[in-house]
């Protein structure tokens, strides 16, 4: 029940902030990515499974999977921190860094990145033979790390700041992996955020 009512919140929290550059429709399993002001991209999910994940400095934070023809496995998470609290340390490096540790990886190289507004793209070669995409998406107070194993995600959004692009890796050996580390869950014992020293604040 209480998940119901977190999940209902979430939607209505998103229908509320338009402005967001990314939103979850938890109604019609869309990923919704505004690339400009008058312009968004929606993607279809399959069979997204959501779940709400809690701390002292974030609310309407969530990890989600999904599976689909389309799309190949995703992992999501966004985070929502309070406007008192902050990132120790730069958030991008922290997500691909637990991703590296957390799955051991011995090789994990950077290959390709791209940068348009408040979305960047990651393509990362492992142990040297499998590729993987990562995008990210950040405003003031929201971070959302996707993992997107097939990559086409990442170009379909990609083509929207840049109609030529194409990415030369898709046609490569995929990365497939069945991820599920949540920053937020695991900030009590990791420290990723905390709340801002009372001097900071002032």
Not at 60 to 77: C, R
Request: charged letters at 20%.
């Amino acid at each position: 029940m209480f998940r119901y009512i977190f999940l209902v919140l979430l939607a209505l929290f998103f229908s509320s902030c338009s402005a967001l550059s990314y939103s979850y429709n938890n109604k019609s399993h869309e990923l919704v990515f505004n690339v400009s002001n008058d312009t968004s991209y929606t993607a279809k999910l399959y069979n997204p499974s959501v779940t709400p994940q809690f701390d002292g400095c974030s609310s309407f934070s969530y990890t989600l999977h999904d599976k689909s023809p389309a799309w190949g496995k995703l992992f999501i998470e966004h985070i929502n921190l309070h406007s008192n609290c902050q990132f120790n340390s730069e958030t991008s490096g922290i997500f691909l860094y637990e991703f590296k540790e957390n799955l051991k990886l011995k090789h994990f190289e950077q290959i390709e990145v791209k940068q348009y507004k408040n979305y960047e793209f990651y393509t990362y070669k492992i142990n040297d033979v499998e590729y993987i995409n990562f995008i990210y998406i950040f405003s003031p107070f929201t971070f959302t790390f996707i993992i997107d194993q097939k990559g086409v995600l990442s170009q379909e959004i990609l083509q929207h700041f840049d109609a030529s692009y194409h990415s030369s890796f898709l046609d490569k050996k995929r990365f497939e992996t069945n991820y599920d580390y949540s920053l937020v869950k695991m900030n009590v014992f990791k420290g990723y955020f905390t709340k801002m020293s009372e001097d900071f604040s002032k």
